[in-house]
């Protein structure tokens, strides 16, 4: 999965722990599994946080799309959106204090060019 999917080392651990947690307790056949049964396993993780959920389908998605070429099984599900979260930009009052807080010369100096306008 590293090479093909171009995927990091730590994902590619999360997918193999998905992938056996989706053997340990799954109670069909994984092989010849339908849409129902991907679905009903699906069903005992919808209170999982949207992270996790998401998680779990991608590493289904290639377990069946990928390595069992039964792409029409697990097709057609979604994970649920992730949770809108804006960024927070600090206050002109807030950079100021920021900025008194720092102690070093230099740290001001890269504080003031950081904050430069292009």
């Not at 993780?45 to 029409?72: C, P, Q, V």
Request: proline share 3%; charged share 30%; net charge positive.
């Amino acid at each position: 999965m590293i090479i093909d999917r171009q995927l990091g080392e730590r994902t590619v651990e999360r997918h193999i722990l998905e992938i056996k947690r989706f053997f340990e307790n799954s109670d069909f056949d994984l092989i010849n599994a339908t849409k129902a049964d991907i679905r009903n396993y699906l069903m005992k993780f919808r209170d999982w946080s949207t992270y996790n959920y998401a998680n779990m389908l991608k590493a289904l998605r290639i377990f069946y799309r990928d390595h069992l070429g039964r792409k029409e099984v697990i097709e057609g599900f979604r994970s649920l959106n992730y949770p809108f979260k804006p960024k927070k930009i600090p206050s002109k009052r807030e950079l100021q204090e920021f900025y008194q807080f720092l102690k070093e010369p230099l740290a001001k100096a890269i504080f003031l060019f950081s904050q430069q306008q292009v």
